[in-house]
């Protein structure tokens, strides 16, 4: 086992929210703030992921038409690939900020790099496994994005909660310093 576990590993665990209602609202913040990262990432993580998948089924697309393509028509089409069309909303948040990590996903890249070179040539039964294992990692993510979302919702609603409490008690202070000072 790492010593550093991943955070989404970490916020999906049953013991993230243990004992939260019993933290101060910093502490609840932090932990939200963390959720919101997570939430980040594996939005980020999940687009890329939309975006290869777009561009495995436009090439069998091609394909199948009996219109093969070359890289170089690859390339000039990626523009109008890669950019929803109009009104087909991708859903999600709308600012997506590049998280930054490690040479695993500078890896990662450049494998993805040459697997998009090699697009052009691939056969078809290469491209459906290709869009296959796009498909069920892009699942994979969504689902741990699922479960960071309701972290993030179970988390809201706790502050939100201590939010009203601190009003309240805030208020009846105000009310208990008004009655007093006005005899």
Known sequence: ???ARRAVDRILSPSYLEG??????????TKRRECLREEERLSYVRRILQA???LVRFVLSRRERGDP???SELVRALPGVLSPSVGEPRGGA?????PSGPARRREERDAWGEVLLRLPEMGRDELELLARELEEEERRVSE???????VLDALTALLAERWREELRVG???VGDEEDSGGG
């Not at 939260?20 to 913040?29: A, F, H, K, N, P």
């Not at 709308?94 to 590049?98: C, D, F, M, S, Y």
Request: aromatic share 0%; proline share 0%.
């Open 1 to 3: 086992m790492t010593l």
């Open 20 to 29: 939260v209602s019993q933290l101060g609202r910093e502490e609840i913040s």
């Open 52 to 54: 290869r998948l777009d």
């Open 69 to 71: 393509l070359s890289l």
């Open 94 to 98: 709308v600012a997506v900020r590049v």
């Open 144 to 150: 741990m994005r699922r479960g960071v979302q309701r």
């Open 171 to 173: 208020g009846e202070r």
